[in-house]
C-alpha cells in the first residue's frame, strides 16, 4: 500500500552490487496526485540527503520494475508510458559506501507537467515548487537507514 | 478497507423493510487488535446514539453476511469474526434515525482465555470502548445520517 | 577455516504494525520494511494475518508463499491461541476441545513454513498459571508437533518472573518428555527495569527479571519477542537491559531469532511505528556488531 507521503519510508535501503559491495541506496517516491503522469512528462532535479545533491546523473528510475535512465524516460517515445498511481517510482541513487547507518534528512525535488496547466509552470526550477513543497514534511522526511 | 476507528462511517446508514419503511439503522464496528473473535467470545455491550442505548436485546449482528442474535453467537466457538472485517450491528428503532448528524458510539469486545477469567467481560455502563476496557478514541464519532 | 560466530538472527513480529493492518498497510508492506532493515525473520499473529483463517484461500496460499520468495523472509513464530473458555461460563476446555484448536495451528503453521510456534495456553489465576491440564495437551500435541516439525512454545511474558514456579514445571516436563518440540519464547518485557513515562501504571518494579535469569534457559529457547516500548532518537531502549541480555545470548551461542515487538505509545501513528522499529533494528545491529 502507498505511504500518504511523497517520499516513502518502504524502500529506503542501501543497495549491493553483484560483489555484494555497497553501491548506492534507494528511495520510492509517489504522486500525491490523482493521476500519474506520462513518463516524458516526468521532471527531477535532485534527491538530496543531509544537503546533498544527487543529480540526474546519478540516478536511475525504476517505473513497473523498468529502469530508466533521466534521458531515456524524457524520449518523445515514452509518452505512451504510464507512472502508475497504485505504484511508486523508485529512484536508485549511485553513491559508493551507500549512506551510513542511522537517521537522514531526505528530500526529493520531481513533478509533472501538466498541459491544462499554464505553460509557465512546467519548469521545476520555478519558484511554484519552492512554494509548494519546499517545506512540506511529504517532500522533506527524516527516514533510518538500518 | 478498514477505517482506523472502532465505529466505522462505511455502512451508517437507515435499514427499511419491504414496504419502504425505515425499521432502523445499522452501523459497522472492527476490532482495533491483532486477533479478531470467535463469535462464542465476542461480547457487546450497546450502541448508543445521542444518548440513547440500544441493548442486545434490539440488535442483530452480520458476521460475513451471515446475519445472528446475540443469543445465537454464544455457541459459535467455531465461527470467526474475522479481523479484517467490519462487523455490522443492525439496530431496531422505528423510523430510524433523522437525517443529520449524530453521536455514535459502541461497547463490544472478546473475552481470552490467555487473560484472567472475567477480564473481558463487559457492563452496560460502562464507557464505550472496544476489547471490554473503556477507550477513548475510536469508539465515539459523529456521523451523518443523509 | 574458523568457525563462524554464532549470533542471535534479526526479525519483526507483524505485532508492531497491527492496529494498521488492513487500514494503511498490509503484510507486504510489513515484508518490505523488512527486507529494508535486513530483518528476515517473520512471526505472525496467524488469527489477524491469514484472512479467513483457520481455512486459508488457495488464492491467499499462493500469494503467501510468492511474497515469502520475493522478499527473502524466513517464516519463523506463528503466534495463535489455544481458547479454554471459549463457551460462556466455561473454565477449561476439554483435552479434545484443546487439542482440537492445537492440532489444526501445528498442521497450518507448518503447511505456511514456520518452525516455532508462540502457543498461548488459557490462565487460570492471575500470575498467568496455565490451565490445570497443560501437561496433558502438551502431551498429546507433541507427536503432531513432531510429525510437523514445529516447536510448541508459550511465551513467558511480566509479571511473570524466568525464576517463577512456572517456568521451572516447563523446565521438568521437557525433560521429562526429553523432548526438542516444547520450548520458551523469553518476551524482553521481563527485563524492564524503568517504566515508560506514558504507560507507568502497568510497571511491577517486583517482577523484574536478571538477565543472568535467562542462562539455563536458553537451551530451550527457540526465538524470542525483542520487546521495545522506546527507541530514543540516539538508538537506545531506555526501559530494557538490552546489552546485558544480548552479550549473554552471545557468550552462549545462541543464534535463534529476535523478533522485534513493539508495546509502547502511540501505535496508532503509522509513522511513529515504522520509526521505532527501524530505530530498534539499528539499536540491535550496533550490539550485535553489524
Known sequence: ?146 | MLEYEGVQYKGFRNIYNEEGEATGFQVGIRMIGYRGAWLSEFRFGYIEVDGEKFLADRCTFVVSGVEYTYEETFNLGRVKWPLNEAMIVRVQKPGGLAQGSHTVSALYGQVASYVPFGSGELDINQKPGGHGHSESFGYTREMIIV | MSEERKVPKRGISTYCFYPQLGVNMDLEDIFMHMQDMGATGLEILADGIIPGYPYPSEEWLNKWFGLIKKYDIVPVEYGHWVESRLYPGQREASLEESLEQLIRDIKLAHYLGFTCMRTKLGVISETLDPVSNWREIIHEALPYAEAFNVVMQPEIHAPTKLTDRMVNDYVEFIEKENTKYFGFNIDFGVFQNKPVPEMARFFREDRVSKPEDIIPLLPYVHCCHAKYYNMSADFEETTIPYREVIQIMIEHGWDGYLLSEYEGPHKEDINHCIEQVRRHHVFMKKILGQ
Request: proline share 4%; glycine share 8%.
Open chain 1, 1 to 146: 500500500m502507498m505511504e500518504i507521503e511523497a517520499l516513502q519510508y518502504k524502500g529506503f535501503r542501501n543497495l549491493k552490487d553483484e560483489n555484494g559491495d555497497i553501491c548506492g541506496f534507494q528511495v520510492g517516491i509517489r504522486f500525491v496526485a490523482y493521476r500519474g503522469p506520462w513518463l516524458s512528462q516526468f521532471r527531477f532535479a535532485y534527491v538530496k540527503v543531509d544537503d546533498v545533491e544527487y543529480g540526474p546523473d546519478v540516478c536511475t528510475f525504476f517505473v513497473n520494475g523498468v529502469e530508466y535512465t533521466y534521458a531515456e524516460m524524457l524520449k518523445p517515445e515514452n509518452w505512451r508510458v504510464k507512472v502508475q498511481m497504485q505504484a511508486p517510482i523508485y529512484i536508485h541513487v549511485k553513491k559508493e559506501g551507500g549512506l551510513a547507518m542511522g537517521c537522514h534528512r531526505v528530500s526529493v525535488k520531481f513533478s509533472e507537467i501538466a498541459s491544462y496547466i499554464p505553460e509557465r509552470m512546467d519548469d521545476i526550477n520555478s519558484e511554484m515548487f519552492e512554494m509548494m513543497h519546499g517545506n512540506d514534511p511529504a517532500y522533506n522526511r527524516d527516514m533510518i537507514i538500518v
